[in-house]
């Protein structure tokens, strides 16, 4: 149950931290929505990488699950 509240947590902030950025970008520049788009779609690829690379289940590792 721990490690699967870790691991949405980290997709969770992955996609928020990315969605702040963008919308940081968007209100400086006034790109609106362009910023927010680009940045919480790189959040949420970044929350899915780090969601894989905790989880241990990339390539060349060889770490059990359980």
Sequence with gaps: MARALRLSSELVAGVLVGAVIGWGFDHLLSTSPFGLIVFFLLGFVAGIVNVVRSAGV?????????
């Design 58 to 66: 990339g390539p060349g590792q060889n770490r059990p699950l359980g």
